[in-house]
């Protein structure tokens, strides 16, 4: 009678903690990863991209 509560109330609790565990992983990967790109400084742009060439333009 009482078993099928249980178990619901222990499946819960296990999908809460994968939620849990999968969204702090990703976070932190996600920080991570924006830490690595600010302490990278940008390179300065190319000229093909300074330009201000049309859509359907094409390179000589």
């Known amino acids: ?14 999908l809460t ?3 849990i ?3 702090t992983s ?3 990967r996600y920080e991570r990863e924006q830490r690595a790109a600010q302490a990278v ?4 742009a190319t ?3 300074a330009t201000g060439e049309p859509v359907g333009a094409r390179a000589a």
């Open 1 to 14: 009678m009482v078993l099928w509560p249980a178990v619901t109330l222990f499946g819960f609790l296990v």
């Open 17 to 19: 903690a994968l939620v």
């Open 21 to 23: 565990g999968l969204g």
């Open 26 to 28: 990703s976070t932190a």
């Open 41 to 44: 400084p940008a390179r300065p």
């Open 47 to 49: 000229t093909r991209t």
